[in-house]
């Protein structure tokens, strides 16, 4: 697709459930980012790969989260033992440079919104 | 977030008027000033950037200022429309991560 791609789309889960959220960057892009938007607040930053390198984790909440991206594209975001401050919407973007010259630009996808009850 | 301070939380501006928007971010090392424009049901979409070694841009009816030495960024919407009506978001980038605004509501009334 032309787009970042983010599934599902809605998600809802029972306090303590697992759940796994998915993003499909735009091909080519090297960089890739999950962020977490809490209802009325900016995003926040999650984690950052390069390639299939995870390079910044350090907006992970707590160690229930856990991101991957084992060959350099598609990347999952997997939250163990869901809490109800996990509520949110979950952003992906990527990016075909890093850091550098002619643009940071970032591509969002829409977005997973995740319920927990 | 606490590095990036955006005003107003909200905003109505008549249509054809000015809107305004302005970030305060406390990092020095931060190395490219872009604002965001987000929809409801969407994702976050570059509206318009500059690099710090540039005080103004200009986009058509996008303009961004930036004062380096008092460490702010602004937003300014010439002609506002209707469809400009969403939230506004500074995100400047420093470690190679966006680091997001709290959002500005900005509504354009007809």
């Known amino acids: 697709g032309a787009g970042v791609s983010q599934s599902p789309r809605y998600k809802v889960a029972k306090r303590g459930q697992d759940v796994a959220l998915r993003c499909d960057p735009i091909?080519?892009?090297?960089?890739l980012f999950w962020y977490q938007q809490a209802l009325g607040q900016g995003p926040e930053f999650l984690t950052y790969?390069?390639?299939?390198?995870?390079?910044?984790k350090s907006g992970l909440p707590s160690d229930r989260f856990f991101a991957e991206r084992p060959e350099g594209s598609v990347s999952t975001l997997k939250i163990q033992r869901t809490q109800q401050e996990d509520s949110a919407v979950y952003l992906c973007?990527?990016?075909?440079?890093?850091?550098?010259?002619?643009?940071?630009?970032?591509?969002f996808g829409e977005g997973s919104r995740l319920t927990v009850l | 977030q606490q590095q990036v301070k955006q005003s107003p939380q909200s905003l109505i501006v008549q249509k054809g008027g000015i809107s305004i928007i302005n970030c305060a971010y406390e990092?020095?090392?931060?190395?490219?000033f872009p604002w965001y424009q987000q929809f409801p049901g969407k994702g976050p979409a570059l509206l318009i950037a500059?690099?710090?070694?540039?005080s103004e841009k200009k986009e058509g009816r996008f303009t961004i200022s930036f004062n380096k030495s008092a460490k702010q960024f602004s937003l300014h919407i010439m002609d506002s429309q209707p469809g400009d009506s969403a939230t506004y978001f500074c995100?400047?980038?420093?470690?190679?991560?966006?680091?997001f605004g709290q959002g500005t509501e900005l509504s354009v009334k007809p």
């Open positions: 973007a990527s990016s075909l440079v890093v850091g550098g010259t002619k643009t940071g630009e970032l591509f």
């Open positions: 091909s080519g892009h090297v960089s």
């Open positions: 790969f390069q390639n299939e390198a995870q390079l910044d």
């Open positions: 990092n020095t090392a931060f190395d490219y």
């Open positions: 500059i690099r710090p070694d540039v």
């Open positions: 995100a400047p980038r420093g470690g190679g991560k966006l680091i």
